[in-house]
């Protein structure tokens, strides 16, 4: 069981380009959660996908921002025209469906450094 | 919604002495309380959790308590060594619920 799976584990862009980061989640798994966690800061919860559905994107920024996991493939947190403070480190989590209590399980982050 | 708030923010310790992390929440619906370990450059580990329906739980050299009345609770670390130096965050959720909301972490320095 290969756990979370994100990548890149760093990425560096330009302000203005485009971040894609990718997260597979946990064998069984069908709930991804994008966290995003500012240098010596917490974990700042943003969207909440299931398979081809955005639950909750309550912590997500109205713009430039985007999210998805598509039937096939990973879940995708998209940042357009980056800008210096988009510059982080972005953690994917997965979940088991389940009535009990929601146990997450962190891949290792993406890092994204904007210049 | 959920405000989950977390005190000290740094704790540095000897080795050999206990460490007590604590936090507090405001939304009464809350009813799961995982603690996660983040070392440097990696990504949070859940290493106790705790539900309302106890008090406390224990696991070898970490506990946690849980005062629901008061909505507040605890990690303790007894016997600490230099490995247990990392960041260490509580969360609150409830069950059922999707969304954690986690507190803003203690960095924990154990000196050998």
């Known amino acids: 069981n290969a756990g979370v799976m994100q990548n890149p584990r760093h990425l560096v862009r330009r302000r203005g380009q485009e971040a894609r980061l990718r997260c597979s989640p946990m064998k069984g798994h069908s709930h991804v959660y994008w966290y995003r966690q500012l240098p010596e800061e917490g974990l700042k919860f943003m969207v909440y996908l299931q398979k081809e559905n955005i639950i909750d994107e309550s912590g997500m920024p109205k713009e430039r921002f985007s999210a998805e996991f598509p039937k096939e493939g990973p879940s995708i947190l998209r940042i357009q025209q980056v800008v210096r403070g988009d510059s982080a480190a972005y953690f994917c989590?997965?979940?088991?469906?389940?009535?009990?209590?929601?146990?997450?399980?962190f891949g290792a982050g993406s890092r994204l450094t904007v210049l | 919604g959920e405000n989950v708030e977390q005190h000290p923010s740094t704790l540095s310790v000897q080795e050999g002495d206990s460490a007590v992390i604590k936090c507090t929440y405001s939304?009464?619906?809350?009813?799961?309380f995982p603690w996660y370990k983040q070392e440097l450059g990696k990504g949070p580990q859940l290493i106790i959790d705790i539900r309302s329906n106890v008090g406390e739980k224990k696991d070898q050299r970490i506990a946690v308590t849980l005062n629901k009345t008061a909505k507040h609770f605890s990690l303790h670390i007894t016997e600490t060594q230099p490995e247990d130096s990392a960041v260490y965050f509580c969360?609150?959720?409830?069950?059922?619920?999707?969304?954690?909301?986690f507190g803003a972490g203690t960095r924990l320095f154990v000196k050998a």
């Open positions: 989590a997965s979940s088991r469906l389940t009535d009990s209590a929601n146990v997450l399980t």
């Open positions: 969360a609150a959720s409830e069950t059922g619920g999707f969304k954690t909301i």
């Open positions: 939304d009464s619906a809350s009813n799961y």
